[in-house]
Protein backbone atom coordinates (compact mmCIF):
# COMPACT_ATOMS: atom_id res chain seq x y z
CA UNK A 1 0.00 0.00 0.00
CA UNK A 2 0.73 3.72 -0.50
CA UNK A 3 0.93 4.50 3.19
CA UNK A 4 2.97 3.86 6.97
CA UNK A 5 2.78 -0.14 7.22
CA UNK A 6 2.84 -1.46 10.77
CA UNK A 7 2.81 -4.92 12.08
CA UNK A 8 1.53 -6.88 14.11
CA UNK A 9 -1.31 -4.83 14.35
CA UNK A 10 -2.48 -6.40 17.82
CA UNK A 11 -0.10 -7.88 20.42
CA UNK A 12 -0.55 -10.01 24.05
CA UNK A 13 2.48 -11.21 25.26
CA UNK A 14 3.16 -12.48 28.84
CA UNK A 15 5.03 -10.11 31.47
CA UNK A 16 9.16 -10.51 30.51
CA UNK A 17 8.93 -11.71 26.89
CA UNK A 18 10.62 -9.95 24.56
CA UNK A 19 8.70 -8.67 21.45
CA UNK A 20 9.35 -6.81 17.93
CA UNK A 21 6.60 -4.45 16.55
CA UNK A 22 7.34 -3.61 12.69
CA UNK A 23 7.38 0.09 10.83
CA UNK A 24 7.36 0.17 7.14
CA UNK A 25 7.20 3.96 5.95
CA UNK A 26 6.31 5.54 3.41
CA UNK A 27 8.63 4.96 0.22
CA UNK A 28 10.72 7.96 -0.43
CA UNK A 29 10.08 9.34 3.30
CA UNK A 30 13.96 9.78 5.12
CA UNK A 31 12.16 10.50 8.48
CA UNK A 32 11.17 7.84 10.61
CA UNK A 33 9.37 8.57 14.46
CA UNK A 34 8.28 5.91 16.94
CA UNK A 35 5.60 8.00 19.13
CA UNK A 36 3.89 5.73 22.28
CA UNK A 37 0.28 6.58 23.27
CA UNK A 38 -1.65 4.90 26.25
CA UNK A 39 -4.94 4.64 26.44
CA UNK A 40 -6.66 8.44 27.08
CA UNK A 41 -3.20 9.76 26.85
CA UNK A 42 -1.10 12.03 23.94
CA UNK A 43 1.32 11.15 22.10
CA UNK A 44 5.06 10.39 24.24
CA UNK A 45 7.61 10.76 21.47
CA UNK A 46 10.16 7.63 21.69
CA UNK A 47 13.08 8.10 18.62
CA UNK A 48 13.28 9.33 15.41
CA UNK A 49 15.33 8.59 12.33
CA UNK A 50 16.97 10.29 9.76
CA UNK A 51 18.10 7.55 7.12
CA UNK A 52 19.71 4.95 9.56
CA UNK A 53 20.53 6.91 11.87
CA UNK A 54 19.55 8.06 15.42
CA UNK A 55 20.30 11.36 16.50
CA UNK A 56 18.37 11.22 19.80
CA UNK A 57 17.53 8.28 21.95
CA UNK A 58 16.09 10.14 25.14
CA UNK A 59 12.88 9.32 24.01
CA UNK A 60 12.91 5.36 25.27
CA UNK A 61 11.78 5.09 28.53
CA UNK A 62 14.40 2.40 29.60
CA UNK A 63 17.31 0.21 28.07
CA UNK A 64 14.52 -2.70 28.08
CA UNK A 65 13.95 -0.32 24.42
CA UNK A 66 15.84 -0.20 21.01
CA UNK A 67 15.14 0.72 17.93
CA UNK A 68 17.06 0.10 14.39
CA UNK A 69 16.64 1.22 10.72
CA UNK A 70 17.84 -0.54 8.26
CA UNK A 71 18.52 0.42 4.37
CA UNK A 72 16.54 3.96 5.02
CA UNK A 73 13.77 2.04 4.75
CA UNK A 74 12.00 -0.42 7.44
CA UNK A 75 12.38 -0.05 11.15
CA UNK A 76 12.10 -2.25 14.31
CA UNK A 77 11.26 -1.14 18.47
CA UNK A 78 12.47 -4.37 19.85
CA UNK A 79 10.93 -4.26 23.87
CA UNK A 80 13.01 -6.44 25.91
CA UNK A 81 11.62 -8.03 28.96
CA UNK A 82 8.33 -6.28 28.60
CA UNK A 83 6.32 -4.80 31.71
CA UNK A 84 2.75 -4.53 32.01
CA UNK A 85 3.68 -0.19 32.11
CA UNK A 86 4.84 -0.97 28.23
CA UNK A 87 1.12 -1.83 27.35
CA UNK A 88 0.51 0.92 24.64
CA UNK A 89 -0.37 1.77 21.08
CA UNK A 90 3.24 2.12 19.23
CA UNK A 91 2.52 4.34 16.54
CA UNK A 92 5.08 4.52 13.67
CA UNK A 93 5.17 8.22 11.41
CA UNK A 94 7.24 9.42 8.37
CA UNK A 95 7.66 12.18 6.63
CA UNK A 96 9.40 13.61 3.64
CA UNK A 97 11.79 15.21 5.96
CA UNK A 98 13.01 16.22 9.82
CA UNK A 99 11.49 19.82 8.33
CA UNK A 100 8.31 19.11 8.14
CA UNK A 101 5.40 18.86 9.93
CA UNK A 102 3.37 16.34 8.06
CA UNK A 103 3.89 12.96 9.55
CA UNK A 104 1.97 10.34 7.77
CA UNK A 105 1.03 7.35 10.49
CA UNK A 106 0.69 3.90 10.84
CA UNK A 107 -2.41 2.29 12.58
CA UNK A 108 -0.25 1.70 14.90
CA UNK A 109 0.46 -1.77 16.90
CA UNK A 110 -1.33 -2.16 19.78
CA UNK A 111 0.62 -4.14 22.94
CA UNK A 112 -1.17 -6.22 25.87
CA UNK A 113 1.47 -7.12 28.19
CA UNK A 114 -0.37 -9.42 30.71
CA UNK B 1 5.23 22.55 33.02
CA UNK B 2 4.27 20.51 29.82
CA UNK B 3 5.86 22.05 26.62
CA UNK B 4 2.51 21.80 25.21
CA UNK B 5 -0.25 22.20 26.84
CA UNK B 6 -4.12 21.78 25.99
CA UNK B 7 -7.75 21.95 27.73
CA UNK B 8 -8.19 18.13 27.37
CA UNK B 9 -12.27 19.19 27.36
CA UNK B 10 -14.45 17.19 26.52
CA UNK B 11 -16.14 19.92 24.55
CA UNK B 12 -19.71 18.82 23.77
CA UNK B 13 -21.15 21.01 21.29
CA UNK B 14 -24.55 21.03 19.08
CA UNK B 15 -24.77 20.80 15.32
CA UNK B 16 -24.23 23.94 13.85
CA UNK B 17 -21.76 25.38 17.20
CA UNK B 18 -18.80 27.24 16.38
CA UNK B 19 -16.09 26.12 19.04
CA UNK B 20 -12.38 26.88 19.96
CA UNK B 21 -9.60 25.40 21.07
CA UNK B 22 -6.54 26.61 22.63
CA UNK B 23 -3.28 25.32 22.90
CA UNK B 24 -0.08 27.01 24.52
CA UNK B 25 3.54 26.01 24.16
CA UNK B 26 6.45 26.77 26.51
CA UNK B 27 9.66 27.13 24.00
CA UNK B 28 9.36 30.82 22.53
CA UNK B 29 11.92 29.76 20.05
CA UNK B 30 9.14 27.33 18.83
CA UNK B 31 9.71 27.58 15.16
CA UNK B 32 5.96 26.05 13.33
CA UNK B 33 2.52 24.33 14.94
CA UNK B 34 -0.03 22.35 13.23
CA UNK B 35 -3.04 20.70 14.48
CA UNK B 36 -3.18 17.19 14.05
CA UNK B 37 -7.32 14.87 14.19
CA UNK B 38 -7.06 11.79 16.02
CA UNK B 39 -10.75 9.78 15.31
CA UNK B 40 -10.99 7.15 18.59
CA UNK B 41 -8.52 4.55 17.82
CA UNK B 42 -7.02 5.98 14.69
CA UNK B 43 -4.16 7.12 14.26
CA UNK B 44 -3.41 11.14 13.76
CA UNK B 45 -3.50 12.97 11.01
CA UNK B 46 -2.74 16.41 9.66
CA UNK B 47 -5.27 18.97 9.67
CA UNK B 48 -3.95 22.14 9.26
CA UNK B 49 -0.66 23.95 9.67
CA UNK B 50 -0.63 27.09 11.83
CA UNK B 51 1.27 30.03 9.88
CA UNK B 52 1.76 33.04 11.35
CA UNK B 53 -0.98 35.24 9.86
CA UNK B 54 -3.44 33.27 10.74
CA UNK B 55 -5.03 31.05 8.07
CA UNK B 56 -8.61 29.24 7.41
CA UNK B 57 -9.54 26.19 5.53
CA UNK B 58 -13.56 25.79 4.70
CA UNK B 59 -14.90 25.70 8.27
CA UNK B 60 -11.49 25.65 10.14
CA UNK B 61 -9.55 29.02 10.81
CA UNK B 62 -6.18 28.83 12.86
CA UNK B 63 -4.11 31.25 14.68
CA UNK B 64 -1.16 31.72 15.84
CA UNK B 65 -0.20 34.41 19.06
CA UNK B 66 3.79 34.38 19.27
CA UNK B 67 3.53 37.27 21.54
CA UNK B 68 1.21 35.12 24.56
CA UNK B 69 2.80 31.35 23.39
CA UNK B 70 -0.52 29.94 22.34
CA UNK B 71 -2.01 29.07 18.83
CA UNK B 72 -5.83 28.32 18.49
CA UNK B 73 -8.55 26.25 16.20
CA UNK B 74 -11.56 27.55 15.61
CA UNK B 75 -14.28 25.33 14.62
CA UNK B 76 -17.62 27.10 12.62
CA UNK B 77 -20.31 24.99 11.73
CA UNK B 78 -19.86 22.06 13.53
CA UNK B 79 -20.51 18.37 12.09
CA UNK B 80 -21.11 15.53 13.78
CA UNK B 81 -18.21 14.63 11.57
CA UNK B 82 -15.97 16.63 13.57
CA UNK B 83 -16.23 14.76 16.27
CA UNK B 84 -12.61 13.49 17.30
CA UNK B 85 -9.47 14.52 19.50
CA UNK B 86 -7.38 17.65 18.19
CA UNK B 87 -3.96 17.46 19.08
CA UNK B 88 -1.70 20.77 18.78
CA UNK B 89 1.75 20.12 17.61
CA UNK B 90 5.01 22.73 18.31
CA UNK B 91 8.08 22.10 16.55
CA UNK B 92 10.87 23.10 18.70
CA UNK B 93 13.71 24.88 17.26
CA UNK B 94 17.05 23.63 14.82
CA UNK B 95 18.36 22.67 17.84
CA UNK B 96 15.31 20.33 18.72
CA UNK B 97 16.19 16.84 18.82
CA UNK B 98 12.76 15.92 19.34
CA UNK B 99 11.63 17.87 16.98
CA UNK B 100 7.76 17.66 17.04
CA UNK B 101 6.25 17.55 20.59
CA UNK B 102 2.38 16.51 20.62
CA UNK B 103 0.11 17.78 22.82
CA UNK B 104 -2.51 15.86 24.70
CA UNK B 105 -5.72 16.69 23.16
CA UNK B 106 -8.68 18.11 23.40
CA UNK B 107 -11.92 15.73 22.75
CA UNK B 108 -14.58 17.07 20.64
CA UNK B 109 -17.67 15.34 20.58
CA UNK B 110 -21.00 17.12 18.00
CA UNK B 111 -24.26 16.32 19.34
CA UNK B 112 -27.10 15.76 17.05
Known amino acids: GAGVSQSPSNKVTEKGKDVELRCDPI?????LYWYRQSLGQGLEFLIY????????KSGLPSDRFSAERTGGSVSTLTIQRTQQEDSAVYLC????????????FGEGSRLTVL | RKEVEQDPGPFNVPEGATVAFNCTYS??????FFWYRQDCRKEPKLLMS???SGNEDGRFTAQLNRASQYISLLIRDSKLSDSATYLC?????????????FGSGTQLTVLP
Open chain 1, 93 to 104: ASSLGLHTGELF
Open chain 1, 27 to 31: SGHTA
Open chain 1, 49 to 56: FQGNSAPD
Open chain 2, 27 to 32: NSASQS
Open chain 2, 50 to 52: VYS
Open chain 2, 89 to 101: VVRGDSGSARQLT
